[in-house]
């Protein structure tokens, strides 16, 4: 005794020299998606856009209360943003290997619950930022 698969739900033929798919259950052609590709977003982050160092910079509104916005940045701005990020990371794992030892300090997120401490600090970066907004000729 031999098992074979079941018959497919759909089927391709041509029809009028074009390819067509059918959905055999219920004879008609199957329906497209109704969902439209979405465009591509520019990337977050820091891209490198030249090889002496220059680079552009894409914010988040998370963090930056004009964002998004594309900043171009020098060598030694690019090299700033990328130190922040490392010290941010580095920030990151220390709290978490310290709040191993002191649950207590899972606490401390909380902070970040009241709008008013987000607001100061979104604040905070979005000036800091903006010394590296230049705007564009042209």
Same mark, same amino acid.
């Given at each position: 005794? %031999?098992?074979?698969?079941?018959?497919?739900?759909?089927?391709?033929?041509?029809?009028?020299?074009?390819?067509?798919?059918?959905?055999?259950? %219920?004879?008609?052609?199957? !329906?497209?998606? /109704?969902?439209?590709?979405?465009?591509?977003?520019? /990337?977050?982050?820091?891209?490198? %856009?030249?090889?002496?160092?220059?680079?552009?910079?894409?914010?988040?509104?998370?963090?930056?209360?004009?964002?998004?916005?594309?900043?171009?940045?020098?060598?030694?701005?690019?090299?700033?943003?990328?130190?922040?990020?490392?010290?941010?990371?580095?920030?990151?794992?220390?709290?978490?290997?310290? !709040?191993? *030892? *002191? /649950?207590?300090?899972?606490?401390?997120?909380? !902070?970040?619950?009241?709008?008013?401490?987000?607001?100061?600090?979104?604040? !905070?970066?979005?000036?800091?930022?903006?010394?590296?907004?230049?705007?564009?000729?042209?």
């Amino acid at each position: 005794m %031999t098992s074979q698969p079941p018959p497919p739900r759909y089927r391709v033929v041509e029809q009028g020299r074009r390819l067509v798919v059918i959905d055999t259950v %219920t004879g008609a052609p199957a !329906a497209r998606s /109704p969902t439209a590709p979405e465009p591509p977003s520019a /990337p977050s982050g820091l891209t490198r %856009t030249a090889f002496d160092g220059r680079a552009t910079l894409v914010t988040h509104p998370l963090y930056d209360a004009k964002g998004p916005r594309t900043l171009t940045l020098s060598g030694e701005e690019a090299r700033l943003i990328d130190g922040v990020r490392v010290v941010a990371i580095g920030g990151a794992m220390m709290f978490v290997a310290l !709040a191993l *030892f *002191f /649950p207590w300090l899972l606490l401390a997120p909380l !902070a970040f619950t009241d709008r008013r401490v987000r607001r100061g600090l979104r604040a !905070a970066v979005t000036r800091w930022l903006d010394r590296y907004d230049t705007p564009s000729a042209g």
